[in-house]
């Protein structure tokens, strides 16, 4: 599963953009934020996440927060 980081996020919106570890910023949406069962992403924060479809239609799915 691959990992980046909470580059930015809209509390209002619910969403943002993680940058993942080869510095390409991959957005997520609502839905996504709503799938993730989290309450509140924070700048800087580890996640985990799935890439759903290609090209145009590819998504930002299941994403977790990783804990140490």
Same mark, same amino acid.
């Given at each position: 599963?691959?990992?980046?980081?909470?580059?930015? *996020?809209?509390?209002?919106? #619910?969403? $943002? +953009?993680?940058?993942?570890? &080869?510095?390409?910023?991959?957005?997520?949406?609502?839905?996504?934020?709503? &799938?993730? $069962? =989290?309450?509140?992403? #924070?700048? $800087? &924060? #580890? +996640?985990? *996440?799935?890439? +759903?479809?290609? $090209?145009? #239609?590819?998504? +930002?799915?299941?994403?977790?927060? =990783?804990?140490?």
């Amino acid at each position: 599963m691959p990992q980046g980081t909470i580059k930015t *996020y809209d509390e209002s919106s #619910r969403s $943002g +953009v993680i940058m993942d570890d &080869q510095k390409t910023e991959l957005a997520f949406d609502a839905e996504s934020f709503r &799938q993730s $069962g =989290v309450r509140l992403f #924070r700048l $800087g &924060q #580890r +996640v985990k *996440y799935q890439i +759903v479809g290609s $090209g145009e #239609r590819a998504r +930002v799915r299941d994403l977790t927060i =990783v804990t140490l």
